[in-house]
T-cell receptor, first 113, second 114 residues
Framework: DAMVIQNPRYQVTQFGKPVTLSCSQTLNHNVMYWYQQKSSQAPKLLFHYYDKDFNNEADTPDNFQSRRPNTSFCFLDIRSPGLGDAAMYLC????????????FGPGTRLLVL | SQQGEEDPQALSIQEGENATMNCSYKTSINNLQWYRQNSGRGLVHLILIRSNEREKHSGRLRVTLDTSKKSSSLLITASRAADTASYFCATDEGSGTSGSRLTFGEGTQLTVNP
């Protein structure tokens, strides 16, 4: 019963080569989130969508963009990956109500060569 | 920054012992949540405690919240080898209908030895 699915689980890209990570959900949740987690660090929120409403964190680099074509899918685009963008990228969802938990996918580990 | 600070950074115990992890934060919160992350995997929600609650239980987990000290603790009783994971606290700065906006602490790496 996969609920939040991330593909691929591992992604290798070259320095400066655009890459897209994908996330899908079967929970019909209104909110979808993208986090970046570097090795042995806390997950850091990049942005989130409430339905079609995009909310960017103030310190998210312009290099990172997102698309949400429908309720089920959300994409993370990294326009020109640098070595410092190597990390685990976590997608999460929530219903969009007050004081709620988030449901996380297994993550995509990105390696930049 | 609202980011929580956790201690200890790492904890190693024997199976059957209790494990206690602590989290501190800086400003007012709606709620505080604890998540577990197995190595190289996504996060799994454990428990949510609201700002007007002081203690909450779920199975072998006990969470306390002291808003006057801006701190929380997670107690795992009768630990098992399968509890080996990283544990993160997260403060919720959500503003209602926009969903929860979580800021995570740095985490505690728990190792339970058989």
């Amino acid at each position: 019963d996969a609920m939040v699915i991330q593909n691929p689980r591992y992604q290798v890209t070259q320095f400066g080569k655009p890459v897209t990570l994908s996330c899908s959900q079967t929970l019909n949740h209104n909110v979808m989130y993208w986090y970046q987690q570097k090795s042995s660090q806390a997950p850091k929120l990049l942005f989130h969508y409430y339905d079609k409403d995009f909310n960017n964190e103030a310190d998210t680099p312009d290099n990172f963009q997102s698309r949400r074509p429908n309720t089920s899918f959300c994409f993370l685009d990294i326009r020109s990956p640098g070595l410092g963008d190597a990390a685990m990228y976590l997608c999460a969802t929530s219903r969009g109500t007050y004081q709620e938990t988030q449901y996380f996918g297994p993550g995509t580990r990105l390696l930049v060569l | 920054s609202q980011q929580g600070e956790e201690d200890p950074q790492a904890l190693s115990i024997q199976e059957g012992e209790n494990a206690t992890m602590n989290c501190s934060y800086k400003t007012s919160i709606n709620n505080l949540q604890w998540y577990r992350q197995n190595s190289g995997r996504g996060l799994v929600h454990l428990i949510l405690i609201r700002s007007n609650e002081r203690e909450k239980h779920s199975g072998r987990l006990r969470v306390t919240l002291d808003t006057s000290k801006k701190s929380s603790s997670l107690l795992i009783t009768a630990s098992r080898a399968a509890d080996t994971a990283s544990y993160f606290c997260a403060t919720d700065e959500g503003s209602g209908t926009s969903g929860s906006r979580l800021t995570f602490g740095e985490g505690t790496q728990l190792t339970v030895n058989p």
